[in-house]
């Protein structure tokens, strides 16, 4: 299975990349976590928020692999705790061979990005860094796998 992270910008500090990388690399080869960076269109001080939130969002479907299930990352989706993520990527591995989870920028996701996805997921009441997310799904995404694999990283 593949597990694609698309998200809005590029450029991140190197210590985002290590540890996206850390994570990503950890997998076995049944499954696979790929990382899609979509730069964001260029802003002017002008620039309406909602046109650029909305030509991201373009970008973000575009870049969706065929017959993936689509998650949102959205601040009103609903929230897992490790076990239940772990239950979804069981079920993922039985119904999909790829799944895309979504990272909107500044001003979150496209109106069309929301209606297009299967689920939303909120990560916490908290906002974070949109170059943590990234570090923070790869961890929990690895979290969950180990998890399902009775692998020593995650202890109850």
Same mark, same amino acid.
């Given at each position: 299975?593949e597990?694609?992270?698309?998200a %809005?910008?590029t450029?991140?500090p190197k210590?985002? *990349?290590?540890?996206?990388?850390d994570?990503? =690399?950890? /997998?076995?080869r049944?499954c696979?976590?790929k ?6 269109? @260029? ?8 046109r %650029? ?8 479907? &575009?870049a969706i ?5 689509? %998650?949102?990352? *959205?601040e009103?989706?609903k929230?897992?705790?490790?076990? &239940?993520v772990?239950e979804?990527?069981g079920q993922w /591995?039985e119904?999909?061979? @790829? ?5 909107g920028?500044? *001003? ?10 299967h689920? @939303?997921?909120?990560?916490s009441?908290?906002? /974070?860094?949109?170059a943590?997310v990234?570090?923070i799904?790869a961890?929990?995404?690895y =979290?969950?796998?180990?998890?399902? $694999? $009775?692998?020593?990283?995650?202890r109850?």
């Open positions: 299975m597990i694609h992270l698309l %809005i910008g450029r991140m210590w985002v *990349d290590d540890g996206f990388t994570y990503a =690399r950890r /997998f076995g049944d696979q976590l990382l899609k960076e979509i730069p964001s269109p @260029r802003k002017s001080k002008s620039e309406d928020a909602g %650029i939130k909305q030509l991201e969002g373009q970008l973000l479907l &575009a692999p065929p017959d993936a299930h689509v %998650i949102a990352l *959205d009103r989706g929230n897992h705790d490790t076990k &239940a772990a979804k990527l /591995f119904q999909y061979r @790829r799944v895309a989870i979504l990272v920028g500044a *001003d979150g996701l496209s109106k069309e990005c929301l209606d297009h996805c689920e @939303r997921w909120s990560l009441a908290m906002t /974070f860094p949109h943590l990234r570090v799904v961890e929990q995404i =979290r969950a796998y180990s998890l399902l $694999n $009775n692998h020593p990283y995650h109850v």
